[in-house]
Structures are given as structure tokens and as C-alpha cells.
């Protein structure tokens, strides 16, 4: 049910999993552990599913706080657990308190998870391309400074997403980032034969972290686009037309 990144699970008081798409009870197209409430499954069972997640870490349901994710920079400091439907529009969250919960979802984009064990503070942030370009990252590492963490001292994980096999995208994209991020063109590999291109969202993720004075970091390997066993994927769902994906959930909480 949940994946855990080797340098997290080694730190002292700390608890985190990026959920796959197994044992939970949600069913077809979603089937089984969705964790979104935005795509028309029953609340109850969006509910039953965070639960299994949040338990099979021994984390209490009413622990979660989670945010509306818009694909933008803005970071949630969270200072009392938010379980049930989110509303505040934001893509990251951080805090300093024990006994939450952070999560966020994803299904392609990344998940990434953060914590400085010293100055007890931690983060988790959904990082799609947009959010990634527009700087979502180092947001989330700023906020966290300024509730005592140090850059260097913070350990990431890159959860399962869409790996550089399965994206493929067009000259728009890489022109976006061309503007936004110049050098940042090196993270497009070009396909033979036209001008379409593979992105390497992973590395671009761990190298905006590097820039954010983060060097410690574990990028997962799996493709959320390329499992559909354990996986959901948004891309995976569109090529195929199919009208709904599900959602994972990536938590990290830490002990008092």
C-alpha cells in the first residue's frame, strides 16, 4: 500500500509513505485506494481510503491536512490537522508541530516530501511541471527556514510519478520553461523524426531543490504512467479516454 524513500525512513521520529493505488475501496476506474474527492467518487469512500493510508503508518485520520492543489507556488503552514475536504487553493504544505499530518496528492506530478530532523520541521509539496517551473520547491523550502529548518541539513524524497520514458510533450512546453528557466532546455531530450521531446520531470525537481540549497535528496524510480497496477496516472487515463483517474496520497507526519 505505501512506499517509503530510504533516507526518510531512516531519520528518528518521523513517519511518511507515498501510497500506491492498492488496498483501498474504491472501485472501477478508481479502483482501489483513491485518495481525491475531485473526481466523483462517494466522500465515504475517499474518507475510508486516506484512513487505511494514514493506519498503515499508525496515524490517526483526523492527523490529515491536506490543501485545494492548483498547480501554483503558494505554501499552507499548518498549525492544527484539516482532515476531511480541502478548501484553501495551495500546493505545499510545512510545520513545525508534532501530530500532524501533511499530505498531498498526486498522479503524474510529483510528490515530494521533506525534512530537517534537528530543527523538527518537515514538508510536502505537489510538484507538477508548472508548479516545479514556477517555483514551487524553493517556496516550500523558504517557509521551512523560516521555521528554523537549514537547507542543508533537509533530507527530500521524489516520489512515484511520470518518468522521462513516458513524457512526452511539445516545442510549447520547452519554450515555456526556455523563458521562465533559461538552461533549463537540457531537461528535453529530443524524439527523431519531428519536434516533440521527453521530460525529464525527476531530475528537474531534484535540481530546483539542488538550487534550493537541498542536496540530500532520493528520487524514487517508479512511472506512475507506465504501472497501471499500481498506479494511477492522469496522462495513462487520457490517452486512453477514459473519463476519471484516481489519486495517490504522499504523507509525512513526525512524533513529539
Not at 531519520?11 to 509513505?17: A, N, S
Not at 474504491?26 to 475517499?46: H, I, K, M, T
Not at 511539445?170 to 521562465?180: I, K, V
Not at 504512467?225 to 486512453?240: G, K, N, V
Request: overall charge neutral.
Amino acid at each position: 500500500m505505501l512506499l517509503s524513500a530510504a533516507n526518510l525512513a531512516k531519520l528518528p521520529g518521523l513517519r511518511h509513505g507515498f501510497a500506491t493505488r492498492q488496498g483501498g475501496v474504491s472501485e472501477g476506474l478508481l479502483a482501489s485506494l483513491n485518495c481525491g474527492y475531485a473526481n466523483q467518487d462517494a466522500p465515504e469512500r475517499v474518507e475510508a481510503n486516506r484512513a487505511r493510508a494514514l493506519a498503515a503508518l499508525g496515524l490517526e485520520p483526523a492527523s490529515l491536512h491536506t490543501v485545494r492543489q492548483v498547480h501554483g507556488i503558494e505554501v499552507v503552514v499548518a498549525g492544527a490537522p484539516a482532515p476531511g475536504r480541502p478548501t484553501v487553493p495551495a500546493d505545499a504544505l510545512v510545520t513545525d508541530r508534532p501530530g500532524i499530518t501533511l499530505g498531498v496528492l498526486s498522479a503524474d506530478c510529483a510528490p515530494v516530501l521533506l525534512a530537517d530532523p534537528g530543527a523538527g520541521v518537515i514538508g510536502a509539496v505537489h510538484a507538477g511541471w508548472r508548479g516545479a517551473l514556477a517555483g514551487v520547491l524553493e517556496a516550500t523550502v523558504a517557509r521551512m527556514v523560516a521555521l528554523g529548518a537549514r537547507p542543508e541539513a533537509i533530507q527530500a524524497a521524489i516520489g512515484p510519478c511520470i518518468a522521462k520514458a513516458s513524457y512526452e510533450v511539445g516545442p510549447d512546453m520547452r519554450a515555456a520553461f526556455a523563458a521562465a528557466d533559461p538552461g533549463s532546455e537540457g531537461r528535453f531530450e529530443p524524439l527523431a523524426g519531428g519536434d516533440r521531446f521527453r521530460f525529464d520531470l525527476k531530475d528537474y525537481a531534484r535540481q530546483r531543490l539542488a538550487k534550493a540549497g537541498v542536496a540530500a535528496c532520493v528520487v524514487m524510480p517508479e512511472d506512475t504512467a507506465a504501472d497501471p497496477a499500481r498506479f494511477f496516472s492522469a496522462r495513462r487515463a487520457r490517452t486512453a479516454d477514459e473519463p476519471r483517474f484516481g489519486l495517490l496520497l504522499s504523507i509525512i507526519a513526525r512524533s513529539g
